[in-house]
């Protein structure tokens, strides 16, 4: 059985008007021309779609699964438009973004405020997710226009353009007031609680492997799921996390937590990603630019590709 989507969206547009003038008013068409579509979508379905009350049309069972199915087929073709005008024109009065919980989050909120102050007329939707892959399913889908998260795998980056954004790397945390003072070393810490962010679960192989090279276990852990419950646990009992440097910058301005650097690197790079195809349009240009003034802000030294890409004309772009 195959439906014709043009007469699947006639019968939609004639369940929601629930009239056939008004409908055929609505689709161009006579009222006989309308009878007659319905006619030959009843016959291609072999089940009776309408039902005619005195109170006017009315769906069978049938009728309103289709009904369902027309509205999603109208939502797409609507949002494929849009997508074609996007790729056409660029997106030039919008900017939606998607970055990792966390450091990665705190940068884009800062950009965006600068953003929104210099430039107003940029509506701007900030998408936070703990999976890097749900962040590039959504760029992919042109859900998204451009992601700041750490690197992925390099698989992943296929029909990407990805640029290196900046250093970050892991630092043990736990509050000011901990009962160790001092210089603290690992060794001593795994005697206290360990908190793990649930989209850090992943990693708990390498804390493992962290710990291992002093010879010591992971201590008890503490999932939560959210990096700020995370902060809230070390900030307020004797247990400690393995945070990213630029997730914690305000805890450490505050003086609310001290930074334990590891024995092991673990130095990773954000990065700035968008699709391979996607015109560098104002609101992206302004968008990078304010994040690099956020990383000068902080004194963070930017990769020359981001840099590059930020100071680069539109005819540039593809090249970088």
Same mark, same amino acid.
């Given at each position: ?56 049309? !009315? ?19 609507? @949002? ?60 992919? $889908?042109?859900?998204? $226009?451009?992601?700041?998260? *750490?690197?992925?795998?390099?698989? $992943? ?7 290196? @954004? ?12 901990? *009962? ?6 690992? #060794? ?8 793990? /962010? ?9 804390? #493992? ?7 010591? $276990?992971?201590? !008890? ?37 001290? /930074?334990? !650097?590891? !024995? ?10 968008? #699709? ?12 990078? +630019? ?16 981001? +840099? ?13």
């Amino acid at each position: 059985m195959r439906i014709d989507p043009q007469r699947l969206i006639r019968l939609a547009v004639l369940i929601q008007h629930g009239s056939f003038s008004r409908a055929a008013e609505h689709l161009g068409l006579t009222q006989p021309a309308l009878s007659q579509s319905i006619a030959q979508i009843e016959k291609e379905t072999g089940v009776k779609l309408i039902e005619r009350t005195p109170h006017g049309i !009315e769906p069978t069972v049938y009728g309103r699964v289709l009904y369902e199915h027309a509205k999603s087929i109208d939502r797409e073709l609507a @949002l494929a438009a849009q997508h074609i005008g996007e790729l056409a024109f660029g997106h030039k009065g919008a900017l939606r973004i998607g970055a990792t919980v966390g450091g990665a989050a705190s940068f884009v909120a800062l950009a965006v405020c600068k953003l929104q102050a210099s430039r107003a007329s940029i509506d701007t939707r900030i998408v936070e997710e703990f999976s890097i892959d749900a962040l590039l399913a959504q760029l992919h $889908d042109r859900t998204l $226009d451009v992601l700041v998260c *750490p690197r992925p795998r390099e698989l $992943d980056l296929k029909g990407t353009n990805a640029m290196s @954004l900046f250093l970050a790397k892991r630092l043990a945390c736990v509050r000011i007031g901990h *009962p160790l003072s001092g210089d603290v070393s690992l #060794r001593e810490l795994s005697t206290f609680p360990f908190v793990c /962010p649930q989209e850090e679960l992943g990693l708990l192989f390498g804390f #493992r492997q962290i710990f291992g090279t002093i010879g010591v $276990d992971l201590p !008890e852990v503490l999932v939560v799921n959210s990096v700020y419950l995370a902060k809230e646990l070390v900030l307020n009992s004797d247990a400690f996390a393995l945070f990213s440097d630029v997730s914690i910058l305000n805890e450490l301005r505050l003086g609310l937590a001290k /930074p334990i !650097e590891l !024995e092991t690197p673990t130095q990773y790079w954000m990065q700035l990603i968008l #699709r391979a195809e996607q015109a560098r349009t104002e609101p992206i240009a302004g968008f990078v +630019a304010e994040l690099l003034q956020v990383c000068d802000e902080r004194r963070i030294e930017v990769h020359s590709d981001a +840099a590059a890409f930020a100071s680069a004309s539109p005819a540039d772009t593809s090249d970088v």
